[in-house]
């Protein structure tokens, strides 16, 4: 079955621009998380979506939201972009909430901020 | 504070050569604990996970880890290394609790060079 889709796979946007990002989930997954990587933070957890409820948040600022459709894609949205915002956005889903079970990873979103 | 904590940050080895990747972890209690693979361009692929049980975990592409509590550590370990291997490893916990409000902490990763 297909695998974790994000899209746009890459993007450049300028200071103070907002971005919206898309995931969808493994078919039959209801559990959506995102994560930003940078080469001096590494991953960092975001926030979990499931049955179109946010249950996890990472300590990110209110300029990063996100939310779930009814058929548990995703969608996560950074506003006033910071040149600090350039990272690897990635996705993940998984049938269950609250990582007990395997996380399955997208390619990411590869977001520069000029 | 939870931590997960990878002291190396690149290792090198030789094809054909043994690897062990190292991985320690802060939890109150024994955590569930993960190995993730990412290769250049990619998404994370799971390698293996610890949950209970036996200490000595096997995962795909012939990876095993062992589960020491007695040192917080969860190493990663291959016999003999593979060019294909190439890539950045992270290791990961979360609370081994019930519910849904655990999240899953990774730490910085150490990136494998496979030398010819």
């Known amino acids: 079955k297909a695998g974790v889709t994000q899209t746009p796979r890459y993007l450049i946007k300028t200071r103070g621009q907002q971005v919206t990002l898309s995931c969808s989930p493994i078919?039959?997954?209801?559990?959506v998380s995102w994560y930003q990587q940078t080469p001096g933070q590494g991953l960092q957890f975001l926030f979990e979506y499931f049955s179109e409820t946010q249950r996890n948040k990472g300590n990110f600022p209110g300029r990063f939201s996100g939310r779930q459709f009814s058929n548990s894609r995703s969608e996560m949205n950074v506003s006033t972009l910071e040149l600090g915002d350039s990272a690897l956005y990635l996705c993940a889903s998984s049938f269950a909430t609250g990582f007990a079970g395997e996380l399955f990873f997208g390619e990411g979103s590869r977001l520069t901020v000029l | 504070a939870q931590s997960v904590t990878q002291p190396d940050i690149h290792i090198t080895v030789s094809e054909g050569a043994s690897l062990e990747l190292r991985c320690n972890y802060s939890y109150g209690a024994t955590p569930y604990l993960f190995w993730y693979v990412q290769s250049p361009g990619q998404g994370l692929q799971l390698l293996l996970k610890y949950f209970s049980g036996d200490t000595l975990v096997q995962g795909i592409k012939g990876f095993e880890a062992e589960f020491k509590r007695s040192q917080s550590s969860f190493n990663l370990r291959k016999p003999s290394v593979h060019w294909s291997d190439a890539a950045e490893y992270f290791c990961?916990?979360?609370?081994?609790?019930?519910?849904?409000?655990?999240?899953?902490?990774f730490g910085k990763g150490t990136l494998l060079t496979v030398n010819p």
């Open positions: 990961a916990g979360r609370e081994n609790r019930g519910g849904s409000n655990y999240k899953l902490t």
């Open positions: 078919s039959g997954h209801r559990s």
